[in-house]
């Protein structure tokens, strides 16, 4: 709030984005886009600005699949063993003109593994291809987490001249 006032300060003095930039130790285009953000008839009023910026970061916001017509068919679709992407875009084929009815597997898998300790997943967490309710790490981390043998267990050099191969037994 005290840089939105020292904004509103300047720009009645008079002063440039970029010296008010330099003063408050900003880029000079994010005081640009404040000011043209929050101006009102022309003005920049720091409380009404103040005011715009807590009701654009409003939280929580309303969820996708808090739709219950949406949440119903994907749950259906989860449930016959469909994956998220196909379940995405099943959806946009079946509903091509309702945006209301799709929904992208990013969504998806927030609802199964993010949002409310995945409140989706609560319905189908018996039907999910992958077999897991939570989510598996990507790549362990960590200590003995690389997959590759340590060099002291292999069984020889990778490549062996002829020399150094075993003698095969001929069949005469």
């Known amino acids: ?36 953000r929050n101006r009102i008839t022309g003005r920049y009023v720091p409380s009404l600005a103040q005011e715009q910026t807590w009701a654009r970061a409003r939280r929580p916001r309303a969820r996708k699949l808090d739709g219950l017509a949406l949440r119903e068919q994907v749950t259906v679709m989860l449930t016959d063993r469909f994956s998220p992407e196909q379940v995405a875009g099943r959806l946009k084929v079946e509903h091509p003109e309702n945006l209301e009815m799709q929904v992208s597997h990013e969504t998806i898998y927030q609802a199964l593994y993010v949002q409310g300790r995945g409140s989706l997943r609560l319905e189908v967490a018996a039907a999910l291809r992958s077999g897991r309710a939570t989510q598996r790490p990507q790549r362990p981390e960590g200590p003995g987490s690389s997959r590759t043998l340590p060099p002291s267990s292999t069984a020889g050099p990778a490549h062996a001249t002829a020399t150094e191969r075993p003698q095969k037994s001929s069949p005469h």
């Open 1 to 36: 709030m005290r840089d939105r006032e020292e904004i509103g300060f300047q720009l009645a003095r008079g002063h440039g984005v970029r010296r008010i930039a330099a003063a408050l130790g900003r880029a000079p285009s994010t005081i640009s886009r404040e000011v043209t």
